[in-house]
């Protein structure tokens, strides 16, 4: 049997996704989260923590391809950092990393310490892939719906986004993965661009819920950068071709079929 692929995150929106596409090409998976999750055939779960450390080592013995698929709110840095020292010491022959449009250009410490991840993979000494990819919709659907609870829902004008299908970048990253290291490959985002209001439109719509939008300022320099549109993807970026409009209208078909 070949070497497992471990799959740092694979119990994430992203990982759930990459495992079975793993799996369809005949690849024994190891998953890497801190809760676990229940293993099945040619899917191992282990547990450990990137950002403290504990159990990294041994998650990635015997792995020759890490797709680092794990992230949080704080310490992608640290945690990015941690998993390449380990793949160092243990051999691993490709790591692939997802990070996200505009972490080289947007001035949020969130999205600093996914830059600065996406350096320390670039300094390694692990041959590597970095893909940077758009917002997915499922995020997008989560804060809509979240701000959407407000009567009045405040959006911060001049804000656009170029949302991607979760499933789009699976299998990009299952590809890249399988393929030879290719370094900071072309950006992925979705079909369209959208601001803000036109999103919480869509998904208002989409829930026949009526609610007043509040154009809001974005202040600082992080507010400039996303009204410049540092967060969307340049020329020469690849895009999915699945839309907002169709995940919005799949998403409520089975919410309506799963009553
Ligand atoms: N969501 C988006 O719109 C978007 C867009 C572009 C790029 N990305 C990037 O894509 C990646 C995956 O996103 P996602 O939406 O799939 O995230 P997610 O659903 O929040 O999943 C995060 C995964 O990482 C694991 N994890 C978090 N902290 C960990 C730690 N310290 N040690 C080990 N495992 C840890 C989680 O499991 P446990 O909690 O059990 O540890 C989970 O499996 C992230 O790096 C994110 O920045 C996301």
């Known amino acids: ?19 079975p596409l793993l799996r369809e090409a005949g690849h024994p998976v190891r998953v890497l989260s801190r809760r676990g999750g229940r293993s099945a ?10 950002l403290g450390g504990e159990g990294v080592d041994a998650a990635v013995r015997g792995v020759e391809i890490v797709l680092h698929l794990a992230g949080g709110p704080k310490g992608d840095d640290q945690a990015t950092r941690n998993l390449v020292r380990a793949a160092g010491r243990a051999g691993v022959r490709h790591l692939v990393h997802i990070s996200v449009i505009g972490a080289d250009r947007v001035p949020l410490a969130w999205l600093r310490t996914k830059r600065d991840a996406e350096q320390a993979i670039a300094e390694s000494g692990v041959p590597w892939t970095t893909l940077r990819a758009a917002q997915f919709h499922d995020l997008v659907l989560t804060v809509a719906a979240k701000m959407a609870k407000s009567p009045v829902v405040p959006v911060p004008g001049g804000l656009r986004f170029q949302p991607v299908d979760a499933r789009e970048v699976a299998a990009r990253l299952v590809e890249l993965a399988l393929g030879a290291p290719a370094g900071l490959v072309p950006d992925l985002a979705g079909p369209t661009v959208y601001g803000m209001d036109e999103l919480i439109r869509g998904y208002l719509g989409a829930v026949g819920k009526r609610r007043l939008l509040l154009p809001v300022r974005l202040p600082g320099k992080a507010g400039r950068a996303y009204r410049n549109g540092d967060n969307l993807a340049l020329g020469g970026a690849t ?14 078909l089975q919410r309506v079929t799963a009553r």
């Open 1 to 19: 049997m070949s070497a497992p692929i471990l799959v740092t995150g694979g119990t994430g929106t992203l990982g759930k996704l990459v495992t």
């Open 41 to 50: 055939p040619g899917v191992e779960h282990v547990t450990a923590d990137l």
């Open 239 to 252: 895009t999915g071709s699945r839309t907002w409009e169709a995940f919005l209208a799949e998403r409520l």
